[in-house]
């Protein structure tokens, strides 16, 4: 199967943000949950992941809809439906709270996180999808920071990613 690419580049001086592309591959995997979704970034921030305030999205989120949803209860949502999750992060304090806060919120057996010292990838990726580039999972890198972010969706170039992921950081993907 081909797969379709989209890169943006973000960042203050071009306005254009990650927001919406993230909000969608996130949703999507709210509807249709892979089997395993890799997070992979050196630093993670709790960040606001989509913005519930007008309702748009309150069908996905239940009977009481949060009105923002942050990075780790969207992941913690995803695992909730079925997901294995995999994040490998930096063994830094700043990546401290997400990953208590995911681990918290979602089934432990659903979570296997490694830290490395040296990652400096940065790739979120699903059964059929990949978000992938130079943006950390942070308020800079997804809202200042100058980024190039490219959306992959095509299942080959996702399973290569997921095996190569699988490989470094272990648990099967």
Same mark, same amino acid.
Request: proline share 3%; glycine share 6%; hydrophobic share 40%.
């Given at each position: 199967?081909?797969?379709?690419?989209?890169?943006?580049?973000?960042?203050?001086?071009?306005? +254009?943000?990650?927001?919406?592309?993230?909000? %969608?591959?996130?949703?999507?995997?709210?509807?249709?949950?892979?089997?395993? +979704?890799?997070?992979?970034?050196?630093?993670?921030?709790?960040?606001?992941?989509?913005? /519930?305030?007008?309702?748009?999205?309150? $069908?996905?989120?239940?009977? @009481?809809?949060?009105? =923002?949803?942050?990075? %780790?209860?969207?992941?913690?949502?995803?695992?909730? *439906?079925?997901?294995?999750?995999?994040? @490998?992060?930096?063994?830094? $304090?700043? /990546?401290?709270?997400?990953?208590?806060?995911?681990?918290?919120?979602?089934?432990?057996?659903?979570?296997? %996180?490694?830290?490395?010292? /040296?990652?400096?990838?940065?790739?979120?990726?699903? /059964?059929?999808?990949?978000?992938? *580039?130079?943006? =950390?999972?942070?308020?800079?890198?997804?809202?200042? =920071?100058?980024?190039? @972010?490219?959306?992959?969706?095509?299942?080959?170039?996702?399973?290569?990613?997921?095996?190569?992921?699988?490989?470094?950081? *272990?648990?099967?993907?």
């Amino acid at each position: 199967m081909s797969s379709q690419e989209r890169t943006i580049r973000t960042g203050l001086h071009t306005t +254009v943000r990650v927001d919406t592309m993230l909000t %969608s591959a996130l949703i999507a995997e709210f509807i249709a949950p892979s089997d395993h +979704v890799w997070l992979v970034s050196p630093w993670i921030t709790d960040v606001q992941i989509i913005d /519930n305030s007008h309702g748009a999205y309150d $069908a996905l989120f239940g009977d @009481v809809p949060p009105q =923002n949803c942050r990075l %780790s209860d969207a992941i913690a949502r995803i695992a909730h *439906g079925g997901a294995k999750i995999h994040v @490998v992060t930096r063994p830094d $304090a700043h /990546n401290d709270d997400f990953l208590r806060r995911l681990k918290k919120a979602a089934e432990p057996e659903r979570i296997h %996180s490694a830290r490395d010292l /040296n990652i400096h990838e940065k790739t979120l990726c699903g /059964n059929d999808w990949m978000l992938s *580039g130079s943006m =950390n999972f942070t308020i800079r890198g997804m809202s200042k =920071n100058d980024e190039r @972010v490219t959306y992959t969706a095509g299942i080959d170039a996702a399973a290569q990613a997921r095996l190569d992921l699988a490989e470094r950081w *272990g648990d099967a993907a």
